[in-house]
């Protein structure tokens, strides 16, 4: 069974800072990995989608990278901004019987400080 | 291009009572999966449909039930409801179903069982 971490549970940066989010996950057997930004009470935005093959993705300020081999994954967020608060989560989607849906870590709640 | 929506937003019921909560998919994408994720946890998957077949469910009892309607739109109905029921619901949708497939969500509903 596919299990996905994510450390740390919460993190408090002040604005600028550089940082990054860990994903783990136990069954390197995947399809591929997304990364998604939640607000509180609302539903996900999905930021980055890499696929088993690749090594990461970037958009704007974000860089993700894959290790399936070793079964983790980063979210590398430049140049930290208050509007970047929020729950990050990463899902996988695994292969086999499981592939139809997405394995989600508890996430990471990050607050940036102005 | 319309992006995923439900409704209602919230919703409360009582112990035993039976909901129905909707979604509409993104323009083009024949697919919906539905998550149910409770405070401070990540999504757990319920089940998917693709093309008006259930074609994939989670860890839920069969008083989780579903539907999707010729336009791809959605419905996720829980009979009997339990206090444990409470929770945010999500609806994603993809283009193909395909497992190489960007997963967007819907803003979710809160249901509020007492």
């Known amino acids: 069974k596919q299990e996905v971490t994510q450390i740390p549970a919460a993190l408090s940066v002040p604005e600028g800072e550089n940082l990054v989010l860990n994903c783990s996950f136990t069954?390197?057997?995947?399809?591929?990995l997304q990364w998604f930004r939640q607000d509180p009470g609302k539903g996900l935005t999905s930021l980055l989608l890499?696929?088993?093959?690749?090594r990461e993705q970037t958009s704007g300020r974000l860089n993700a990278s894959l290790d399936k081999s070793s079964g983790r994954s980063t979210l590398y967020i430049a140049a930290s901004q208050p509007g970047d608060s929020a729950t990050y989560l990463c899902?996988?989607?695994?292969?086999?019987?499981?592939?139809?849906?997405?394995?989600f870590g508890k996430g990471t709640k990050l607050s940036v400080i102005p | 291009e319309t992006g995923v929506t439900q409704s209602p937003t919230h919703l409360i019921k009582t112990r035993g009572q039976q909901v129905t909560l909707r979604c509409s998919s993104q323009?083009?994408?024949?697919?919906v999966s539905w998550y149910q994720q409770a405070l401070g946890q990540g999504p757990q998957f319920i089940f998917q449909?693709?093309?008006?077949?259930?074609?994939g469910r989670g860890n839920f009892p069969p008083r989780f039930s579903g539907l999707q309607f010729p336009n791809y739109s959605s419905e996720l109905n829980v009979n009997a409801l339990e206090l444990d029921d409470s929770a945010l619901y999500l609806c994603?949708?993809?283009?193909?179903?395909?497992?190489?497939?960007?997963?967007?969500f819907g803003p979710g509903t809160r249901l509020t069982v007492l």
């Open positions: 994603a949708s993809s283009q193909t179903g395909g497992w190489t497939d960007t997963q967007y």
């Open positions: 069954d390197s057997a995947i399809y591929n």
């Open positions: 890499i696929q088993s093959s690749q």
């Open positions: 899902a996988v989607r695994g292969s086999g019987a499981g592939s139809y849906q997405l394995t």
């Open positions: 323009s083009g994408h024949n697919t």
């Open positions: 449909y693709y093309r008006e077949e259930e074609n």
